[in-house]
């Protein structure tokens, strides 16, 4: 019981941050920008950098909020740096900001006098340490972006399937670009801090690629990712308890294998639906041959 207890808090994250990441995850990856949480993830950093050298707390809401801003000008960057040609891939952009960040916050650091161990623990996160006031905060701020892209959530997917079909339509492509990158930078700003920036990107990522291995609906996508997630997590979450290893490194090592078990149940059941459509080909050819023969 005492165990459970402490793993409550834990639990109740991961659930939250599974609802809010695995539905951005269909939107990244349908639009190939794979990689954008740990840039923004990474501007977010430079941003407490910027905050720890100016002598504030790095775990402190002013801290928070120019971390905030720093994400919100590379959500605008994101918007707009889309390059006409076709050969130039909007992840280029990405990787280059990531680059970019890095190098500025090892540069920003550099001149940073201490409290850099507690800038690292910010980063890295430890969502065992969660407590329920940082809960129910990060409930309320997932919940209302999740009102918000459930409210314009046609034009959102429309955006991130079929973009020019939604500029043939009139609708600003850039504007809710930014609108979208702007939300998600808010999500990935929180979530760092609680889980860790690898973490966070594999709740984004491996529930939208594993359920991608069985549907294109974005309906069952979610649902599968949801369920994913939410087994995971809590898999993950005993595990770390029970071998008294980092939560945060065992959930992302157990999502990678249960991604693993996902793609060979894929092989499996495509072989086998495969064979199956293969021999009823074969039928009907000899069906039709032997008809003709008489």
Known sequence: MDIFLFLLAPLAASLILTGIHAYLGVHVVERGVIFVDLALAQIAALGAVVALIMGLDPHGGSAYWISLGFTFMGAFIFSVAKSKRAHIPQEAFIGIAYAVASAAAIL???KATG???HLKDMLVGNILAVSWPEVGRTAALYGAIGVFHFIFRKRFLLISMNPKEAEAQGISVQLWDFLFYASFGLVVTSSVAIAGVLLVFCYLIVPSVGAMLFTDRIGPRLAIGWTMGTLVSALGVVLSVKLD???????VCTFGGVLVLMYLVHLLVYHKRGGAQERQLKGAG???YGAENK
């Open 108 to 110: 920003a650091m550099s």
């Open 115 to 117: 409290e850099t161990e």
């Open 245 to 251: 290893t980092p939560t945060g490194a065992t959930i």
């Open 286 to 288: 000899d069906r039709a």
